[in-house]
Structure formats: C-alpha cells, structure tokens
C-alpha cells in the first residue's frame, strides 16, 4: 500500500504535517517554559537590528555633520615652521591667491576666503561678546548657510564696501529679543552696520568654524576697518566633484606655494579623510555591537539546548511509546527541531518587530520636534533578514543535538524508563 511506510515519498506532506501538529503540541503543554526559552532569542535578533541601526544613524549623523559644512571641501592655512622660520604677513593666503585660485584651477568651482575677530556690542548697557566674521563672495555658496530673515549680501554690497551685516539667530535675538533685527542698525566697536538679514548654518559645527552661536558677518573688506590687513585667517576652495578633490588639493597647494616666499608653509587639507575615518569608524562600532548580538543569540541558543535535553528526559517515556507504534527515527528528530525552530523563530519575529517598533515610535516623536526637522531614523531592511535567518540558524544548530539524542533513543529502554 502506499501508506505502509511513513517515510515513504508520496506521505512526505502527510509526515511533515503530523510532526509539525505534535510539535506545536508539546510546546504549547509547556507555554511558560517555551516563553522563557524564547525571551533570549527575542533580545538576541532585537539586538541585531537594533545595533545596525544605531550604527547606520551614527554613520548618517557624522557624515552629514561633515557634508553640511559645505560639500567637496578644500580647506587651506598658512602655518608657522617654528622659531627657526617665523610666519610673516606676506605668508599670509590674500584675495590675490583667491583669484588665482578660482582663475587656475580648473576642478575648482567656487573659492571664498573669511577673517574674524572677537569684538562685543552692547545690549541695554551690558557689552556681549561677539564674533566679527568678514566674508568674500561665495562664502553663503560653499557653506551652506541658511537665510532665515532677509537677504544674503549682493555683489554691491560686496562691490563698495556697504556697511551691511547678517546676525546669526542667538545674537539677533540677543540684541533684538522682541523686534524683526532687519532694518534695524547694530555698533560694532567704531563702525555702524545695518542688519539686511538673519542666518544660520544648515547643520551646528558647534563653533568649530568661524561661525560661533553669536557671530555677526560682514563683506570682507570691512575687516581692514579693524585689522589693517586684507589676509585670510580661514580659506575654502570647492571642487566640481567628490572625484575631483585629492587633485584639486594638490593644485591649490602648489599655487599657494608657488606664490609666497620658498619658506613659506601651508596646510591643505579636505574633509575626505574625516569622511572615510567616519566611515571606518561607523563599520568598526557596527561589527562590535553585531558581534555583542551575536554573543547573545550564542546563549540564547545554549539556553534552547539546555532546555531540549531535559525535554527529551522528561519525554523519553513518550518517545519510546511513538517507537514502538512504529515512528521512524527521522519523525522523532524532526520533531525536536521543529519545536526548536518555532522558539527561536517565533522570538525572532517578536524581536524584530520589537526592533522596528522602537525607530519607529522615535521618527514619529522627531516629527513633533521642530529642531529635529529633517532628521530620521534609518533601518535597515538586510538587517531585518539577517536576524531572522542567524535567529532561525542559532536555533537548529543548538536544536540538533537534543533532537539527535532524542532520535536514537532505543524504544525498549525508553519505555521502561520512568
């Protein structure tokens, strides 16, 4: 007949179908122990998920930190050689080396160059320290900034010297906490500036650059007002694209050096380097935390292990019963490993929509914070996968020896065993 043996080809369905129906059976005869046995494999494939995640927000975080200074970077300063060669004003990077810059250098598609100091402006007879940034033409293009109120300087302004100026947000409303500051006129040591504009950088540099939270710009020649000298203290170049920048570096070193004194020294650098070190950073803290993961799915498949080995003691009286009335021994082992996969494939999906959940409910409290615009928590879809399958994997691979014990046990000892 074609049903005489239950392993045979045509009753594969019908085998599968009855083992899966007694596994699911003997789990749920043991529902507190099947939970708890899955609570490590629950955190485990949670973990998975949520390490990349962290480490794909971290990584999105920095690198954008480092993009929204301003893209394709090219950042140059002249640098002192020691007591042995000190730096002179002619050393100094000028607007004349901007415009061979900008003339020479093909790969270059927009260069501004910036001077401040620190100055204060008095508010209701107390003086605020600020910074006086002087900027050139292009310097909103490669920064980024952001114009909140008003407008940005125009090639007049810039042309004839306008005494006009852009606050940022915190001092606008320092100075003019409960007026609109455009329009209105602010002192800055001798020299009187109308506000045409507020500004703000697209993302915080947190006073790493010359744009401090209380820092007031001006067109660039205004600064000889106060210093007396024309040269750059701050110098940016941005080339056409990411490809272009190691050689676009190179070309504004050798025009900076090429037209000051042989002794003269100079720092170019890009923010390629920092990007890549983010990088590499994001993939070393990503490899740990999975690794942690991993070391956790590991115990959670000790615990299923350990808990399946006294299941097939506790049962070797039952085993031996469904031996003697002919269950194969390959009905015997699928069945322990069916009931390991459900605990550990089960508690990996609770964990993963734990996981999921989590990001989720944060975007949604990110949308309510208006500081927070535009910033999103990003998951990972082949993390997901990964914690099923490793979850899944973790659970069979430890699944196997209790099954195998299980399956080779002899009936008649099975069933004198109380």
Known sequence: MATAHPTGLKNKPIFLGETWSLALQALRANKVRAMLTMLGVIIGSACIVLVVTVALTAKRYIVGQIEGVGSNLILA??????????????????????????????????????????????????????????????????????????????????????????????????????DNPVGKDISVGELHFAVIGV????????????????????????????????????????????????????????????????????????????????????????????????????????????IMLVTVTERTREIGIRKAIGAPRDAILYQFLMEALVISGTGAVIGIFIALAIPAILNFVITLIPEAAGMHIPVSGMSVIMAFLVSCSTGLLFGYLPANRAARLHPTESLRYE
């Open 77 to 178: 300063e002249a640098v002192s050689r020691g007591a042995d060669h000190p730096e002179t004003l002619g050393d100094q990077i000028d607007p004349g080396d901007l415009e061979a810059i900008r003339q020479e250098i093909p790969e270059v598609v927009q260069a501004a160059g910036t001077n401040d100091l620190s100055m204060s402006v008095t508010v209701d007879g107390q003086e605020h320290p600020i910074n006086l940034v002087g900027v050139t033409e292009g310097f909103q293009e490669i920064r980024k900034l952001v114009i909140v109120r008003g407008r940005y300087f125009d090639q007049d302004d810039m042309l004839t010297h306008s005494k006009v100026c852009l606050l940022t947000e915190n001092l606008a409303k320092l100075v003019y906490p409960h």
């Open 199 to 306: 500004f703000k950088e697209r993302v915080s540099t947190f006073g790493q650059t010359e744009i401090v939270p209380e820092s007031l710009i001006v067109p660039f020649p205004l600064i000889k007002y106060y210093t007396g000298t024309d040269f750059f203290r701050s110098f940016y170049a941005q080339a056409r694209t990411a490809e272009d920048v190691p050689a676009a570096t190179e070309q504004v070193r050798q025009v900076l050096e090429s037209r000051h004194r042989p002794g003269a020294k100079y720092r170019v650098q890009n923010l390629t380097v920092i990007l890549e070190a983010a990088r590499y950073i994001s993939v070393a803290m990503t490899s740990v935390l999975i690794l942690t993961a991993l070391i956790a799915l590991t115990i959670s498949g000790i615990g299923i292990m350990n």
